[in-house]
DNA sequence: CTGAAAGCGCTTACAG
DNA sequence: CTGAAAGCGCTTACAG
């Protein structure tokens, strides 16, 4: 009894059989108008409409996805959310929000995807395990990881251009005459860390300048200690790439309590243009992450998989583009 | 099939009937410790899990909470998400995420919410109307308004106790020196702006001190523009007491353009205490709202009324407490 | 176009 | 403790 009311309810209302009016509330299936609005009519008196599980059961189909993410910190991350609700609520379907604690999506997780079913996952910054993928597959559930690559295994995944975007952010770089930069990178095993280095350095290599990594962990705190950390080594680089905006701020405001004048001094650039890149005290140079254009392709490749599963593989990337500001 | 396996398979195999995996698998009933392995190795074997639907179906219960939020840029936000997520979870229950565009959580967005007969709906910063609560009492699903209040109506709220805080900062203030003050609110139907200035003009005019109320709109645009508005009308007030902190680093950064020291010319306070309130550039003191104990009660409400509903309204107000950063 | 009936995968009285 | 059976609210062949 979902709403108290069910299908035999309206039916009895209605002076029909309960498979006409399920025929109303399923698309697809031919009623007569007469029908049709004689059921439109009990089921808005009694308030019904259909009950989802039931629907699933039968159908063993669900319109719930699943949506995995570990970092909400990331203002990045919060908006991707929205932006996924948003397009499926369009389309009728809901999320199923799953917040793993650890950086690896845990067994339990999977099992609460399975059991409701899921009609798709979709894994924004979590680390996940074979497991994990085969127990969807064997399911045929499609999957898409969001900003992210697996080394090694084949998946679907949606991101941003990282090695494009990357070179274009050291060749504006050098064009502005910086020499001697340092890479700060977030966790070392993410596939955007490594991409926007190798892109970076590539580019670095080909016009023999040097320049250092540093290793931190994609938080506004990692940011700033790691900041700190190049501050005191004495030698200020002509240029910091950070590997996301959230961990820019923090190097942003490291230099500025140490008097370290930006652009002046030395430059910065980010990756992800969230909002607060744009405030006034940051004006960061940062490369834009469409994230709206991610989305789309995202459920585009969902609800086709969901039509016919097929498991295809592949990475759509999009371009995004540098947005200059003054830390540059 | 949810999983491929349905307990029939895992009956047959471990030689029992269905009943039994049924019994294994839900709590509470009694089985032999025998029948019990059996059929657990046989699970095991098959990778089964019950089919949440169907078991919803016969329970007439779901293990789902519908969350509704609208904001996802005020980082307050997106942590409530998480902590509620993350107690949610330890007692197998899941969110389902509804996001409202709108102010006012749609009609469609309840529907959505009554079709997966949600075992409760936790509302955040959208606002409701009348039909909402009416659809889901007659439902006897329980709701919490979190941080939230609305005039006239009975629920049971959940938030930080706006008035005896906005009474202390404006204590504080006044003993700071600060005299002609002005407050910022958020949007100006909100429980939160209206009762953080009750408090905050309570003692302001028992102190026969005057201040000056701005509205603005919960957004970091919003501060900054209003602090913009409040500046250029010439005369820098004492201090500003902003509803929120997102609001307060928009007003900071206003001041901070127009060579405004802060705390030497003017003061600031916000609330909610959000990461970024203690980021070095902005320092700023604010009123911390204690998420995790506002969500510990929520839950145990909620857990409460699944057990047995009983449509219990009232007002939890957690105390939190002044961060005195340096901004004051 | 429409109704009667089977069945999705479970839980839960009911006997034994 | 355990099995056979009914039934949750739907969808969907199957006849007509």
Known sequence: MSNGVNARDVAKL??????????????????????????????EELGYSPNEFARSLITNKTRIIGLVMKGVKNPFYPLVLKEFTTHFKKIGYSILFVHTNNDEIQKEDVVTLLNYNVAGVIITDATLSLKVTEDLKKNNIPLVLFNRKVEGQEFFTVGTN???????????????????????????????????????????????????????DYSYEGGYRTAKTVIHKGKIPSAFFVANDIMALGVLDALRENSINV??????????????????????????????EMVEETVKYILAEIEEYTGTTGNIEIKGQLIERKTT
């Open 14 to 43: 209605a002076g029909v059989s309960q498979s006409s009016v399920s025929r109303v509330f399923f698309g697809g299936a031919s009623v007569s108008e007469k029908t049709r609005q004689k059921v439109l009519a009990a089921a």
């Open 162 to 216: 990282n090695l494009a975007a990357s070179r274009k952010i050291a060749e504006y770089l050098i064009q502005k005459g910086c020499s001697d930069m340092v890479y700060i990178s977030g966790e070392r095993n993410t596939s955007t860390s490594i991409e926007r280095e190798e892109g970076f350095s590539e580019v670095l290599e080909k016009n023999q300048l040097p320049f250092q990594r540093y290793d931190s």
């Open 263 to 292: 652009p002046a001094d030395t430059k910065v650039v980010g990756f992800d243009n969230i909002d607060m890149a744009g405030w006034p005290v940051y004006n960061l140079t940062t490369w834009e992450q469409p994230i709206s």
